[in-house]
Each structure stands twice: as structure tokens, then as C-alpha cells.
């Protein structure tokens, strides 16, 4: 009896671990992905978000309830201060490659993103920011560019992409008419309203938007960059509500999805030491990171990853009473610094963002949860020239 009582708890455990490593290999646990990158975005940066809240140093953040945190080394191949573009390259693609190139390696050879890969498991994509859609971090994302700096091309590659949902400032690079916000006859826009695309210009058509399965959607809110949170226009979103507006399109696909969210920004209010301008476009980034939690905590497979491209302005706090009545900072520089980078996880596989990651590590794990196989990759054909 007993013999026979113990091959049976042996041939459960047996089944138990074969079931259990068939379920393990079965459905890629992260089915939607929102990566949220604030540009510049570094710890100080965040600290001082926290101590402008009512409760000074002892107010929290939605950033502050994330469970996974982890530090990101940001350096590109050229400089230890990484631009925006060589960044996003490393974020989009695996590859660490030179200032100034949008997925391209210092040699020109096209190399691929994530978000394309995604695209092309059946998930639908989309992009919002507060800068034009065509500047480096979104573009690096959906293009192969030598320079950051060809926005027209850009523009016409990022259509291209049948991405589901565009959001952002750039109107002008589409060819639409600042006064009528009506596309100009042959711009970019008409190609994209002929290729199926709904165009919105303003924040009432953003939160009136009717939702309808496959929608595609390019909203466009200002000519250039999006303004600052604290003087944002009332026709502009915010880009929490961008961030609604695109998980709302975005969640319909059964497959999942792969969103970038980008508080782009804190960078340029870094870049010029405008410390209000920073606190109010991190805090706004924040309320995004906010919506991305409700999102993930209501639909389980959805993996939230915030991090920053690299540090700017070498922002410190010095001194101060933690009510935060008093605050003593300071500015190293008016540009991007070398320092290293948070990451913060919340989801299925959120515990592979802990610990010191390459910058070029992050797009990896996300891939390896996401089920993909072969990335990072190059692209063989259309390597671009190198000069
Ligand atoms: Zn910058």
C-alpha cells in the first residue's frame, strides 16, 4: 500500500512539472506593452516633482508606487552624454550606436525596432508625446535615419509604418495649415487620410473621439513641439489624456498592443535650467504613468516600463526643509549629462528590470517577455551609406 501510495504522489509531481513548464513556455506571459520614457528625466529631476506636491519630500508619486526599480547606463558610441536619438536607437533597438542616429549603426546599417517587431506579431502600435512626432525618441521607434535632422523623410517613413496611433506636435511636418488646421492639398496628411487614417488637431477631438474597431489615428496639436504643461493651451491634451485616448484604440486588438508614451519636455525645460517648466512636465508625465498603473492593474498581461533617454541639465538639490517651503538647487550644465537613469517596472516579468541594465538591455527583456524571437536584429536589406 504504501509503496503504491508513494509512486502515485511521484507520478504527480511528474505531471505537476510538466504541466507547469508546458504552461511556463506556452503564451508569452506580456501580451501589451507601455513603454513611458521621460526625456532628461533624472532622479533629482523626479525628487523635485515629489517635494512640489502639498506634502513636500513626504508627498509620493505615481512613479513612487511602482514595485520594480532599477538603475539604466546610458552612455552611446560616441559620447558619454548620449543625445536623444542614439538613446531612443538603444531603447528601440538593442543596438548602442552613435549621437545623432535614428536605428542605424555607426556604420548605416539599418537595425530593427521593437515597436516594428511587435507590429509585425499582429499587436497594433502607437506613439505619444509632447514633442513633434518626428523628433528623435518617437522616430527612432519607427524609422531607419542617418540623421535625426531629415524631418520631411522621416515623416513620410513614420506613415509608412501603418502605426495605429500618432500623437503629438508636428503638424507642420505633415503639411497642415497652422490657421485652418486643414491639411494643404498634396501634404503628407492627405496621404495619410488616404490611407485610412482619422486626423484630429485639437484636445476636444481627442476626448470626443468615437472609438471604432481598427481605427487608425494621427493627432496632431500643435505646428512644432507641444507647449510646456504650465502653458499648455486649452486646444492641447495632456499627455495623460493622449495616453487615454491611445490605450482606448490601442486595447481593442485582441493581440495586445506596444505603446511609447515619451514626457518629452523635461528635457527642453532642463536644456534651458527652467525649473518650473521641469517640476510641471514631470508631474504631468506622472499623471500619464498614473493612467498607465489603472490601465495595467485593470488588464493583466500589460507591462509598464518608465525609464529615462539619459539625464539633462545636471540638476541637484542642495538643501531645504522637507515641507518643501525651502528648496536650495542648482544646474550643472544647459545639457545632457552622463549620469545613470531609473527604471521602473510594473507587470508581468517587472522583476527583470531591477539591478544596474545597459540602456540597450531593456528593449531585450521586453522582447524575451513579449515572446519575440530574434532581437535584437539588422535589418539585411537597405543598408543606408556611411559618409
Ligand atoms: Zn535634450
Redesign the pocket.
Known sequence: MRTGFKRYIRLFCVLGMIFLSASARAEPAVKNVILMIG??MGINHITAARISLEHGAYSRLNLDTMPYTGFSITFSNSSLAT??AAAATALATGFRTDNGRLATLPDGTFVQSIMLKAKEQGRSTGIAATVSITDATPSAFLVNADSRALERTIAEDILKTQTDVLLGGGADAFGINPFTREPRARSLMNEALAAGYTYIYDRDGLINLEITPDLKLIGLFMGGNMSFEITRFPTEPSIAEMTMGALQVLGQNPQGFFLLVEGSRI??AA?SNSTAEMVGDLLAFDQAVGVALDYAQKHPGTLVVVTADHE?GGFGIRSGDPSGERVNYGWLSTA?TGAMVPIYAFGPGADRFTGTLDITEISVRIAELMGMSGFPAVIDTGSSDSQ
Open positions: 526625456d532628461g543625445d536623444s528635457d527642453l536644456h539633462t545632457h
